[in-house]
């Protein structure tokens, strides 16, 4: 089992940042690719961004390339999403996730493969 606690959510005026976290517990968080994913009110569950084990691949959705970079640090068991330029249409409760595949594939942005969710917390970027 991974327990994935997120954190760093609030409300932001347009153009502002946050930065997210996402911290492990559980097995050997370095075993797994880690995702970011979104859902808004009334709109399915979107793939944000997704970084490899290692963290030297990274992918991210068009709608958030450019603004929003992912990292991970496996020594402290945690993954991170920096989110700059903040639009209202980034408002959404950020869920993190953890897929058994340490190597980077499009797979990465099926969250149906993704084993392990976090509880999300609440992103509201207003105009």
């Known amino acids: 089992q991974v327990q994935l606690v997120e954190s760093g959510g609030g409300l932001v005026q347009a153009g502002g940042s946050l930065r997210l976290s996402c911290a492990a517990s559980?097995?050997?968080?370095?075993?797994?690719?880690m995702g970011w994913f979104r859902q808004a009110p009334g709109k399915e569950r979107e793939f944000v961004a997704a970084?490899?084990?290692?963290?030297?691949?990274?992918d991210y959705a068009e709608s958030v390339k450019g603004r929003f970079t992912i990292s991970r640090d496996n020594a402290k068991d945690t993954v991170y999403l920096q989110m700059n330029s903040l639009k209202p249409e980034d408002t959404a409760v950020y869920f993190c996730?953890?897929?058994?595949?340490?190597?980077?594939?499009?797979?990465?942005?099926?969250?149906?493969?993704?084993?392990?969710w976090g509880q999300g917390t609440q992103v509201n970027v207003s105009s």
């Open positions: 996730a953890a897929i058994p595949i340490r190597d980077y594939g499009l797979w990465y942005r099926n969250g149906n493969l993704y084993h392990y």
């Open positions: 559980g097995r050997t968080f370095s075993n797994y690719g």
């Open positions: 970084i490899n084990w290692s963290g030297g691949n990274t």
